[in-house]
């Protein structure tokens, strides 16, 4: 089946850095690519969605210009959160477009100390 | 996308068949019923989906009503490893850039010994 590579699965950074999550279509090639953001004990909530060599568009409320997300192939998508704080630890998942559905990475754990 | 709803909890008895409902009253005639889950800190994976017709995989069964207003998710030999978090969510199937998932609260199920 349509396989999603993330990673990291977990990252430490400190405040003010930047960090990069990549997420790979290993045996598909995905047109699309969605980035969701999980608090806990919360549901996952759409950030943007990523359309190859296009650029994304975000959802209502999620700066672009924190969250800087590149699709630069049809099985590469990358989030870079910039200037990371506190606040932005989370846990972040990206989803494929599939024949089927959708299939999902197995989440970046982020903290920002 | 239609909007779902689901019971906040659940629980059920290992070796038990689990059987989860979901109401999507406004369903249109092109969305289909998907079913994924979502175990501790990882990414959503996914179980079902069907249009109008029950559907059977090795993992569930999918029962959706004559009028589609509603469906069962059937986990029929329920074991410790499928307590997580069950998403239903109706979207438009295929690659579509316009079909994203929104994912609702879910139904917490909890597999008791």
């Known amino acids: 089946g349509a396989v999603v590579s993330q990673h990291p699965s977990r990252v430490i950074c400190k405040s003010g850095t930047s960090v990069k999550i990549e997420c790979r279509s290993l045996?598909?090639?995905?047109?699309?690519m969605f980035w969701y953001r999980q608090f806990p004990k919360q549901s996952l909530m759409l950030m943007a969605t990523?359309?190859?060599?296009?650029?994304?568009?975000?959802e209502q409320g999620v700066e672009k210009d924190k969250f800087l997300i590149n699709h630069a192939s049809l099985t590469l998508s990358t989030l870079t959160v910039t200037s990371a704080h506190p606040e932005d630890s989370s846990f972040y998942i990206c989803?494929?477009?599939?024949?089927?559905?959708?299939?999902f990475g197995s989440g970046t754990r982020l903290t920002v100390v | 996308d239609a909007k779902t709803t689901q019971p906040t909890s659940m629980d059920c008895a290992e070796g038990r068949a689990a059987n989860l409902p979901c109401n999507h009253s406004?369903?249109?005639?092109?969305?289909?019923v998907y079913w994924y889950r979502q175990i501790h800190s990882q990414g959503p994976q996914y179980i079902i989906h069907?249009?109008?017709n029950n559907e059977t995989n090795e993992m569930a069964s999918l029962i959706i009503t004559e009028d589609r207003k509603s469906s069962t998710l059937i986990l029929p030999h329920a074991t410790l490893r499928d307590t997580a978090v069950y998403y239903c969510?109706?979207?438009?199937?295929?690659?579509?850039?316009?079909?994203?998932?929104?994912f609702g609260s879910g139904t917490r199920l909890s597999i008791r010994p």
């Open positions: 989803g494929g477009s599939a024949d089927y559905g959708y299939t």
């Open positions: 045996d598909f090639q995905a047109t699309t």
């Open positions: 990523s359309n190859e060599g296009s650029k994304a568009t975000y």
């Open positions: 406004t369903i249109s005639g092109n969305e289909y």
């Open positions: 069907g249009l109008k």
């Open positions: 969510i109706v979207r438009v199937a295929g690659r579509s850039s316009a079909s994203k998932i929104i």
